[in-house]
């Protein structure tokens, strides 16, 4: 028992990046455990394609369900796809995203399948054969080691910690029966806010204002910024400045916002109170814009200037679109 | 229309978390304990439908220790009905406090169940899909809007970058984030009248739980980060070291 299965998660047919990140995790744990990914999808007519891609990034077996119903999230059919495939095949671990659909459908297969689950981890290890997980508990200012008593082990992966690898699986592809109905939950399709627009949780680069910025006209500033970092950056934002009505909730970094891991986080006239570091303290190099030297900001930045936000910004910006190549 | 709204007992966000000696679990000692923030928006909400209809029943449901009593109070001085408190340590895994929701639950007749979308001490976003699930209810997790009518519900959750809509028949289960309403303070007639609120208190065995805790660590105190200089000018060396140094450019 040694092979894992990976949820791939689709947008209407499109596949999530969040998927190839939890195959990438799966790969990894698969190799420790000598085993085979497979990979599961549930989606639209015509998605089983994209999903068949993730071959490139180590999948083996690739089980696709198309519906014309399940254009949207389909929890119920989900469940039952999961559950046909941990019938069929003895799984040691299933791995889904800790996305919003992820964190929604992962603990209904673990009550489905009567096994545990460790939430949001970002770490995985093979100990006596056995997954070992790390994930954050008490808004990121504790870490659990966690096991499992019996498997498959369930887990969901924080988006951004398990950054996709491009690895050769056999890719063989299967299409897989699953029933529409019964439906108990029924879901519409996404309606996205702004077209396209990415979200702050699955950016690779965030650039996050604080209190500081004084006031919502100042945001070119910041999406300057973000233009001159490129594709995969967002806009996040303190509690103050949401408070505040500057900027949507939905890029509220923090305790009560959404906890971020991007490979840059630029924080901006952000003083560094302890709930806006519970949202961001596992990004990989973090950046800090203040002018007070004692901001506490400053103890878990990787790099810091001090300074007025208003006069280094734009500086920086120009110095990071000259490294780029893009202009300046 | 009767619903049922569960609590749960964490300690306030604001606490300095302090992981113990033995590396088990973290420090209590001065540790303020408050009622989950996110299950406040619950609360709120099941009173909110109990007033607009002019009817029904809220009652609070604990899965706690015995001190767990003065969050029950809380939701009773905020308006619920009654309570209950099922006296337990409540374990880290998500499934054995299901388990024990839904074995509670099941002989309960109830329209609506309601949860906050994440307890904020273990952060596992796991028990209300997994009690719909062993109960057999349709859910709905992370709503900020919620429409009952008789016999369904419509419920808008928030995903990345947008909203999905969620049709439910009752009974259902929703889980509840910041932005569906603002939950009310408990004024002094409330915690009074929450004196005499019926909560009945009944011991539970807990099964054994599926995920087990290794040990717990504090995260790496800061870092080896530093100033790299003072105003505009330092701009240049900051761009060229993420380039060069950190290679996130
Ligand atoms: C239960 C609870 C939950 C919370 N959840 C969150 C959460 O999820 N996310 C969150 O962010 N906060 C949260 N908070 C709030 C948190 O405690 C802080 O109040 C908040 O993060 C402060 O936001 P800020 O850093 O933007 O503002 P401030 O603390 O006011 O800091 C502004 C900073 O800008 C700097 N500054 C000002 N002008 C300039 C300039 N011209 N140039 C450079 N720097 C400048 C200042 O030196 C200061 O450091 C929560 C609080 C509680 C009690």
Redesign the interface.
């Known amino acids: 028992m040694s092979d894992v299965l990976a949820y791939a998660e689709l947008r209407g047919s499109q596949l999530r990046g969040v998927a190839r990140e939890t195959v990438t995790g799966a790969r990894r744990l698969a190799d420790e455990l000598g085993g085979d990914v497979h990979v599961v999808s549930v989606g639209p007519p015509g998605s089983g394609e994209e999903v068949a891609s993730l071959a490139d990034y180590g999948a083996d077996r690739i089980f696709t369900a198309e519906d014309g119903e399940f254009g ?2 389909h ?1 119920d059919a989900l ?1 039952r796809a999961f559950q046909y495939l941990a019938d069929q095949e003895e799984y040691a671990a299933i791995l889904f995203p800790a ?3 992820g ?6 297969v ?3 399948l ?7 981890i970002t770490d995985l290890e093979v100990e006596d054969g056995e997954p ?1 997980v790390t994930r ?15 498997s498959p082990a369930l887990m969901s992966i924080r988006p951004n910690v398990f950054i996709p690898e491009e690895s050769q699986g056999s890719g063989e592809h299967e299409e897989l029966e699953v029933d529409a109905d019964p439906v ?11 077209e ?4 702050v ?2 950016a690779s ?1 965030v650039v996050s204002g604080g209190r500081g910025m004084q006031g919502p006209d100042n945001w070119s500033l910041l999406e300057d910024l973000v233009d001159a ?1 490129g594709p995969g950056t967002a806009l996040g934002a303190s509690r103050a400045v949401v408070d505040a009505g500057w900027r949507p ?2 890029e509220q970094v923090g ?2 916002g959404k906890v971020v891991s991007p ?2 986080y630029v924080a901006v006239g952000i003083s560094g109170a ?2 806006h570091l519970a949202g961001m ?2 990004s ?4 800090a814009i203040n002018k007070d ?1 004692e901001a506490p900001i ?11 936000l208003f ?2 910004v ?3 910006t ?3 679109r ?3 190549g893009d202009g300046g | 229309m009767n619903i049922i709204v569960c609590v749960k007992r964490v300690p306030d966000s604001g606490t300095r978390v302090r992981v113990t000696g033995d590396g088990r679990g973290i420090d209590t000692s001065g540790v303020k304990y408050v009622v989950n923030p996110y299950d406040e928006f619950a609360v709120e909400e099941a009173i909110q439908i109990r007033e607009e209809r002019g009817e029904g029943q809220v009652t609070a449901l604990c899965l706690g220790p015995d001190e767990a009593e003065e969050q029950l109070r809380n939701a009773l001085a905020m308006g619920a009905d009654d309570a209950v408190l099922l006296e337990a340590e409540p374990p880290m895994d998500g499934l054995t406090v299901a388990r024990e929701l839904a074995a509670e639950l099941e002989d309960r007749d109830f329209d609506l169940l309601l949860f906050g979308k994440q307890a904020i001490d273990d952060d596992n976003m796991q028990v209300p899909p997994m009690v719909a699930e062993i109960l057999g209810l349709p859910c709905a997790t992370v709503v900020v809007d919620l429409d009952v009518e008789d016999g369904r519900a419509v419920a808008r959750r928030e995903v990345e970058g947008g909203h999905e809509m969620v049709e439910l028949e009752l009974p259902a289960v929703v889980s509840t984030q910041k932005g569906l309403n603002e939950p009310r303070y408990a004024d002094l007639k409330g915690i009074m009248a929450a004196k005499k609120k019926p909560l009945e208190k009944k011991e539970v065995e807990l099964a054994e739980a599926s995920t087990e805790l290794l040990s717990m660590r504090e995260p790496e105190e800061g870092t080896d980060g530093e100033i790299v200089g003072e105003g505009a000018e330092a701009a240049p060396e900051l761009a060229r070291r993420l380039h060069e140094e950190a290679k996130v450019l």
């Open positions: 949207a999230y929890p469940v996305s919003a659909r964190k929604d459908l992962a603990p209904r673990a009550a489905r009567g096994r545990g689950l460790a939430t949001e070992v954050p508990t008490y808004a990121d200012k504790a870490y659990a080691r966690v096991g499992f008593t019996e108990r939950t029924r879901v519409s399709p996404v309606e996205t806010s702004e396209g627009k990415l979200d949780a699955e680069q970092l909730h939905a305790q009560t490979n840059l302890i709930q303290r596992t990989n190099v973090i950046v030297p400053f103890d878990v930045a990787d790099y810091g200037i001090i300074g007025d006069e280094v734009p500086e920086l120009e110095e990071i000259k490294i780029r």
